[in-house]
């Protein structure tokens, strides 16, 4: 006689800001609140994506030079 087997299990990783079980409407959080949190640490600079320095200096007089020499 052949065993059943049941289906697999998915677990899901818990809310990366405070722990708690996934939401599937806010997936990777739990809540709007995390969503939030997460979307402020990003514009705040708390995380960061390593790479080159860029030289965010703005052009003199705002004005783009061309790069590119005809």
């Not at 997936?27 to 708390?46: E, H, I, M, Q, T």
Request: charged share 25%; hydrophobic share 40%.
């Amino acid at each position: 006689m052949a065993r059943a087997t049941k289906p697999a299990q998915t677990r899901t990783a818990p809310c990366p800001i405070c722990g708690k079980a996934v939401e599937a409407a806010f997936k990777p959080f739990c809540s709007k609140r995390c969503a939030d949190v997460d979307l402020n640490r990003w514009l705040n600079g708390a995380y960061v994506i390593a790479g080159e320095a860029v030289d965010e200096t703005p052009p003199a007089n705002g004005v783009m030079r061309d790069l590119h020499e005809d």
